[in-house]
Structures are given as C-alpha cells and as structure tokens.
C-alpha cells in the first residue's frame, strides 16, 4: 500500500515553460487536492476533486489546471510557469471531503521557477 | 474568512520537558480541527482532530484540546523524535467542500 505518490521530488523549469504533476493513491479515496506550501506562509488549496470526473477551485487556482479522468490520479498542470510559482507543492486525498481522519499527504515536489 | 494563528513560531526544549502549543482560530462555523506533524521534506502526518470545545485526544506523548477560540497541544515528556513541524489546520461547516485552512505551524527542537 504505497498511499499517495508525488512525481517528480524536485523540478526546475524555467519561465514560460508548461509541466504536469502527478499525484496518484492506491486507497480509492474519491476525494483528492492539491496544496501549495510558501515559506511563512500556510497550505493552500489549490485546486480539488470530490470524484472522477468533477473538479473545482480552491483558494489559489490562478496558473494551474487539473483534471480527474480516474479515481487514482489527479494531475496539476502548470500551463506557463511564473517565478511566482515557486513553492513545494502537496497533494493529499480522504475517503470524502469531509473525513473525520485527516488527509493523507504525499511527500511533496519541490518546483523551482527561474 | 477563516483563519488559523499558531504560536510560537520555534521553540527548543530540553528532553522531558513539557510545554504546549497554541492553536488559535476564527471560523465561520467549526466543522472539526486537525493536528498535523510534518518532517522535513516530506508531506503533513495527520495526528488528531477535535470537533467540540472540551474535547481531547490522546497519542503517546501527545495531547490536544479544544476551546471555542484555540486548540492546545500539549507534549509531555519529549524525546528527540518529537522534533518537527506541527501544523493547525481548521475546516468549516459547509463552504468548499472540505478546505482546509492552515497556521503556518510551530517548529519543536527537541534536544538531549
């Protein structure tokens, strides 16, 4: 039981550039989200999926798009990387949005935007 | 908008001394608050969460609690693998389905 896994560990793009993070889970969790984490400041929601086929936006979804065509995976594009953009970025997944057992976080990708 | 204050920002204690952590938020309506450990490079550990003013839980060394305003963990006894980040998070009844907000979490140093 792997849980979820985040590829790449680290990545360095330069401006302009477009990338995909993967995100996948192995314990048919139907909700899942990505969460970016900046120094001082706290995880936020970037975007997130309460199922297979159905996505919406978090706090900060401004650059980034998603989709959810299985239940495992839920990539994050980055359609043309800004500096700003440079941060750890988590991806974590629930039986429901609402669990009353936490989310289960990947070990994060490092992404580096020069 | 809600929001999550957790203080203080460090702090360094000697093996088996005692201290807490401070969890303070404003929410809308409390649907329930989590407690995070995070290590260095690697993603959130889920610890606890409290859905009511009163309510504790326990684990090993851990103990958190619950008031209508703030969330203390307390940490009895540590031990050098207790150094980590712990992270507040709070999420609200209704609104985005299941959001979380985050402090921005106390770094423990725990040394022998």
């Known amino acids: 039981n792997a849980g979820v896994t985040q590829t790449p560990k680290f990545q360095v793009l330069k401006t302009g550039q477009s990338m995909t993070l993967q995100c996948a889970q192995d314990?048919?969790?139907?909700?899942m989200s990505w969460y970016r984490q900046d120094p001082g400041m706290g995880l936020r929601l970037i975007h997130y999926?309460?199922?297979?086929?159905?996505?919406d936006q978090g706090e900060v979804p401004n650059g980034y798009n998603v989709s959810r065509s299985t239940t495992e995976d839920f990539p994050l594009r980055l359609l043309s990387a800004a500096p700003s953009q440079t941060s750890v970025y988590f991806c974590?997944?629930?039986?429901?949005?609402?669990?009353?057992?936490?989310?289960?976080f990947g070990s994060g990708t490092r992404l580096t935007v020069v | 908008e809600d929001q999550v204050t957790q203080s203080p920002e460090a702090l360094r204690l000697q093996e088996g001394e005692s201290s807490s952590l401070n969890c303070s938020y404003t929410?809308?309506?409390?649907?329930?608050l989590f407690w995070y450990r995070q290590d260095p490079g690697k993603g959130p550990e889920f610890l606890f969460t409290?859905?009511?003013a009163g309510e504790e839980k326990e684990k090993e060394r851990l103990k958190a609690t619950l008031t209508k305003k703030e969330s203390f963990l307390h940490i009895t006894a540590p031990k050098p693998e207790d150094s980590a980040t712990y992270l507040c998070?709070?999420?609200?009844?209704?609104?985005?389905?299941?959001?979380?907000?985050f402090g921005t979490g106390t770094r423990l140093q725990v040394t022998l």
């Open positions: 929410v809308s309506g409390l649907r329930g």
């Open positions: 974590a997944s629930s039986w429901t949005g609402h669990t009353n057992y936490g989310y289960t």
């Open positions: 314990m048919n969790h139907e909700y």
């Open positions: 998070a709070v999420q609200a009844v209704g609104g985005t389905a299941s959001k979380l907000t």
């Open positions: 409290l859905y009511s």
């Open positions: 999926s309460v199922g297979a086929g159905i996505t």
